[in-house]
């Protein structure tokens, strides 16, 4: 009977420290076509795209993390300074949100980290919301970025995170 507990119980042990250690990482390498935009205003509308380069980890019991690069063309700071890690702060239903930072000076810890806003995206990266503050040309306005290639398309995948998402998502409409 001894000879069957540790027989079992070991590997049994050995399997529930490995499933909490192991962050089980997943390489991330996309481009994603996106539209910027004012609050509901279509005239405002700038073709842009979403380049993520870099590694998402998934420890079990334990927060989300995406470790790499978060860049938005058009938008200074996400392509001249370095992403810091988006902690997923909150996950409901596949999507995650996490805050979208960048450092400037490259030091660690940061000295000069700017917010660009909050991200919201799915777990294979092709649904991405972004409400972008403190912009560089508009420093009083939210800018929304969400993936699509046409003003309905962004909206219509804002409207599609939002109910898979819950409350708490871009009030946009």
Do not use: C
Not at 102 to 112: R, W
Not at 153 to 161: A, P
């Amino acid at each position: 009977m001894k000879r069957i507990i540790i027989f079992t119980g070991i590997p049994l042990l050995l399997i529930i420290i490995f499933l909490f250690i192991y962050q089980f990482p997943e390489k991330i390498s996309v481009v994603r076509t996106a539209v910027a935009f004012n609050d509901r205003n279509p005239d405002s509308l700038k073709n842009t795209s979403i380049n993520i380069e870099g590694t998402i980890y998934r420890p079990l019991f334990r927060q989300h993390i995406f470790k790499g690069s978060i860049k938005i063309r058009g938008i200074k700071k996400t392509e001249n300074y370095e992403t810091l890690n988006t902690e997923v702060l909150k996950r409901k239903n596949g999507i995650n949100m996490g805050n979208l930072i960048y450092n400037k000076t490259h030091n660690n810890p940061p000295q000069h980290a700017n917010m660009l806003g909050i991200i919201w995206f799915d777990d294979s990266f092709l649904n991405i919301s972004v409400l972008g503050t403190d912009m560089e040309d508009n420093q009083n306005e939210a800018i929304y970025i969400a993936t699509g290639g046409t003003y309905e398309e962004g909206i219509s995948t804002l409207r599609k995170m939002r109910d898979n998402y819950g409350s708490g998502f871009i009030n946009f409409e």
